[in-house]
Structure formats: structure tokens, C-alpha cells
């Protein structure tokens, strides 16, 4: 069954490696890339900086907290325990796949693009359901900057899936953590406000 899978996977990516398009190569590229978006990194700093005054401290480490999980537990812990090589490693491929980035580490199960910019959208929506509405677009944009490491040639439907997925249950896990460091550290201070009454 596993290798059955992994044979639909090998075959998908080969599918949407191929559709591609000259203009569109650059434009992939930028997208992959990690400076393009300091702006709405920055943006969503501000977001949370704005409307959550006294609990943007919690917010802003839990989201930080929540991406260095993420990160690292794709990159120091999966892909070198897994040790699957990445399509654009791989010499099956060779002639075959268009790769327009470079490869990147040998291994690529589970993406790191992934799993950090699907834990961004996940903390971010939880963040803003008490007063930042709408916050599922970043959905949208963690896939498509997870799209383009297949259109790319660095990682596989299933790196990337797989990927997403750990990075929302690691948001939802670290959101909850601190909902309740807040809740408590919101308690302390209410217990000592009372107290000096």
C-alpha cells in the first residue's frame, strides 16, 4: 500500500512539475522565496500589535514559538530520520523534471515551507477570531507558496501535504498552550489586584 502511494505521489508531482510556463518560472521563484514577504510578516506584526494590546507579548511569542517548531521539526528531525531524497536529488528524474531553483538540502520529507507558512495561517486565524476577521486567506497563500516547491522540482505532493498538516497541529497545540499561559498569567493578576484592595 505504501509503495502504491508512493507511486501515485511520484506520479502527481511529475504531472504538475510539468505544467509550467516561461513567464510564470520567475514569478515561482519569487514567491519560494524567504524576503518577498517580510512585508506581510510585518503587516501582521502590526495587525496584532494594534488590536490586541494586552496580549499581543503572548501572541507574537506563541506565533514565533509555533513557526521554530515547525521549522525545525521538518528540518533537523523528519528529513533526516526519513531520508527521502528530494525529486531534484533524485537521478530518476533526471532528465525529466524541471527544477529552476537550485535543490536545496538532500532530503525533503516533510517541506519546511510548508509546515511554517501553514502554522503562520493556522496561529494567525485563531489570533483573529476574537477581532481580526478573515484571516483564512493565508490558507490560500500557504498553498500557493507550497505549490511552488513542486512546480519548483524541490519536494513532492506528499512532503508538502504532510508538511501543512504539521504545521496546523503544531499551531493549534502551541495556540492552546498559550490561551492557557494567558489565562493564568490574566488570573494572577486579578487574584493580587484583589488582594490589595
Known amino acids: 500500500m505504501i509503495e502504491q502511494i508512493k507511486q501515485w505521489d511520484e506520479a502527481l508531482f511529475v504531472f504538475l512539475n510539468q505544467q509550467h510556463a516561461t513567464w510564470l518560472d520567475p514569478v515561482m521563484l519569487a514567491l519560494t522565496g524567504r524576503y518577498i514577504w517580510i512585508p506581510l510578516y510585518l503587516y501582521l506584526l502590526y495587525l496584532i500589535i494594534r488590536h490586541y494590546p494586552n496580549e499581543r507579548i503572548w501572541y507574537i511569542v506563541g506565533l514565533i514559538i509555533t513557526i521554530i517548531l515547525a521549522d525545525q521539526l521538518t528540518s533537523s528531525l523528519m528529513k533526516p530520520f526519513f531520508e527521502r531524497l528530494r525529486p531534484c536529488h533524485d537521478a530518476r528524474w533526471e532528465e525529466l523534471i ?44 500557504a498553498g500557493l507558496v507550497s505549490y511552488t516547491r513542486i512546480y519548483l522540482g524541490v519536494h513532492y505532493p506528499i512532503d508538502v501535504l504532510v508538511g501543512a498538516v504539521l504545521g496546523i497541529l503544531l499551531a493549534w497545540l502551541v495556540w492552546w498552550v498559550t490561551g492557557l499561559g494567558l489565562k493564568l498569567w490574566q488570573a494572577r493578576f486579578d487574584t493580587e489586584g484583589i488582594n490589595n484592595l
Request: glycine share 14%; net charge positive.
Open 98 to 141: 524541471r527544477n529552476y531553483a537550485g535543490c536545496g538540502g538532500r532530503y525533503g520529507f516533510a517541506s519546511s515551507h510548508a509546515a511554517n507558512t501553514f502554522a503562520l495561517a493556522a496561529f494567525m486565524q485563531k489570533v483573529g477570531k476574537k477581532h481580526l476577521r478573515r484571516m483564512g486567506w493565508l490558507f490560500a497563500w
